[in-house]
């Protein structure tokens, strides 16, 4: 059975730093393309950062480059989101997504996702 868990979101003051995990289990996650997405209330989801199958490309929105950095461990089939110098603004519950074929030019679009873990609650509070 395919499936992302997400962990590693919390409480953090502004300026703080949060590495998000996303754990893969029944497929092989570095053979498709994984996006990283947050949703604030009252707010669409949105795409964070994206990287492609096996080596592809790889995409983050303006408001998180240099912010933000994702990054995959084939050998633990995981991809990660390491968040730096957060901010309020970076408030949302946050998912991970799966395509189901391989893509080297990561969808920004939720749309182009076909399996989504249950997401990760990230509050940058002081």
């Known amino acids: 059975q395919l499936q992302l868990v997400e962990s590693g979101g919390g409480l953090v003051q502004p300026g703080g730093s949060l590495r998000l995990s996303c754990a893969a289990s029944g497929f092989t996650l570095d053979y498709y393309a994984i996006g990283w997405f947050r949703q604030a209330p009252g707010k669409e989801r949105e795409g964070v950062s994206c990287t492609g199958s096996s080596g592809g490309s790889t995409y983050y929105t303006s408001s998180v480059k240099g912010q933000f950095t994702i990054s995959k461990d084939n050998a633990k089939n995981t991809v990660y989101l390491q968040m730096n110098s957060l901010k309020p603004e970076d408030t949302a519950v946050y998912y991970c997504?799966?395509?189901?074929?391989?893509?080297?030019?990561?969808?920004?679009?939720?749309?182009?996702?076909?399996?989504w873990g249950q997401g990760t609650q990230v509050t940058v509070s002081s």
């Open positions: 997504a799966a395509t189901s074929s391989r893509n080297y030019y990561c969808p920004v679009n939720p749309v182009g996702y076909d399996y």
